[in-house]
């Protein structure tokens, strides 16, 4: 039995979210130093979300199909690191809307792969993916509360050279985790199409995007709506990384809930928690109580809603399949779901004010929770119910 490189795949996780932690939290910030509009920044992150809709799915092809993942996500992370660098050369709108364009094409590209390499790696210890994955978290804790001093002291000037020595740090760990074979399925094994037009599939899919999508002014315009607020940078910073420290706790005994409760009810239960967070944010600004309440419901809006969505998606999309199903995941929760929620967090922030703009939100959320109740009938096996 070959032994699970435990600590390579977890070195990848947190300098992957360390880069998220520092781009998710202050890039709008970095952004607005430069003089955009909220609807600029909302268009300029939207970019990002955007690449994750095309990017995956064409990686995701060339891995399932070529067996060598690693080497797609070593590529991947080496060309997201060299485009990054032009956004030391420029900072008129389209050159960073080119260079962001760029960048996030290749960045967005290696995580499905790499995901895919996890479980790959796990075999049948697949509940134990959240061990690993909560290094990540621990990255973007380290990276989201160190930067908030800093930024306080030396502005947002910094950000690209951070995200920089980050990115970096993605390369590098690709190097040091080893390559798996992709899993072929039998030959009698079910064509992708055939998988998509399950009900269960479907569902779900709809589900993680509408997710995502609810996520839009809380990823786009939380650091700006807090500090717009009367909330320090250094604050905001520890509120980021509370909800991430919740999140690191849910991902350390993930496997009890997930043996207790079932893949279903957490996933409803998370979607749940959602609106209530986004109503929370959008109505309650101004108590510190209600701001630290709505952090640790991260545990849920993300931590619980994660490990059990990408669950779903490797128990639907096995074998040949499997590259291209994190990919899906990835493009249209992430990906499609977060330009969405960038650009109408971005069109309405100015506009209808940020109250609303975390009440459509919580609407969002609602519908989310809706569609999952009434359409996703999976079993913990992977199997629609009848």
């Not at 993605?170 to 190097?175: Q, R, Y």
């Not at 039998?186 to 993680?208: E, I, M, N």
Request: proline share 3%; hydrophobic share 55%.
């Amino acid at each position: 039995m070959v032994k699970l490189p435990y600590w390579r795949l977890s070195g990848f996780y947190f300098f992957y979210f360390a880069s998220l932690g520092v781009l998710v939290p202050y890039w709008a910030l970095y952004l607005k130093s430069l003089g955009f509009s909220a609807l600029q920044i909302g268009q300029l992150m939207a970019i990002v979300m955007a690449t994750k809709i095309i990017a995956p799915n064409i990686w995701g092809w060339i891995a399932d199909h070529s067996g060598r993942r690693m080497s797609i996500v070593r590529v991947g992370a080496l060309c997201a690191l060299v485009s990054f660098v032009g956004v030391f050369f420029g900072h008129s709108y389209w050159w960073l809307a080119t260079v962001m364009l760029l960048f996030s094409f290749f960045w967005n590209a290696v995580l499905p792969q790499f995901e895919a390499t996890t479980f790959s790696h796990l075999g049948q210890q697949a509940r134990r993916y959240s061990s690993i994955r909560l290094w990540g978290s621990v990255g973007f804790i380290l990276a989201v509360a160190a930067l908030g001093p800093v930024l306080e002291r030396t502005g947002a000037g910094i950000l690209p050279t951070v995200v920089l020595v980050s990115f970096a740090g993605i390369w590098v760990a690709s190097w040091l985790t080893p390559d798996v074979g992709v899993a072929h399925a039998h030959p009698h094994a079910p064509a992708l199409r055939h998988v998509l037009r399950q009900p269960g599939v479907l569902a779900l899919l709809v589900v993680c995007f509408l997710a995502q999508a609810s996520h839009g002014p809380y990823y786009t315009f939380y650091t700006i709506y807090m500090e717009q607020n009367g909330y320090s940078r250094s604050l905001i910073g520890q509120l980021w990384a509370l909800g991430v420290i919740a999140e690191v706790a849910v991902f350390m005994f993930m496997h009890r809930l997930l043996s207790s409760v079932g893949l279903r009810a957490l996933l409803i239960l998370s979607l749940i928690l959602s609106a209530l967070r986004w109503l929370a944010i959008g109505t309650l600004v101004d108590s510190l109580a209600a701001m630290v309440v709505a952090q640790l419901l991260h545990a849920a809006t993300f931590g619980i809603y994660h490990a059990t969505a990408i669950q779903m998606i490797h128990i639907y999309f096995s074998g040949r399949h499997q590259g291209k199903g994190q990919a899906l995941y990835s493009s249209l929760s992430f990906g499609a779901g977060g330009a969405v929620g960038s650009l109408y967090s971005g069109m309405s922030w100015d506009t209808l004010g940020p109250q609303a703009t975390y009440l459509i939100a919580m609407g969002v959320s609602a519908l989310s929770v809706l569609v999952a109740w009434r359409y996703l009938k999976v079993s913990d096996e992977g199997h629609g119910a009848p």
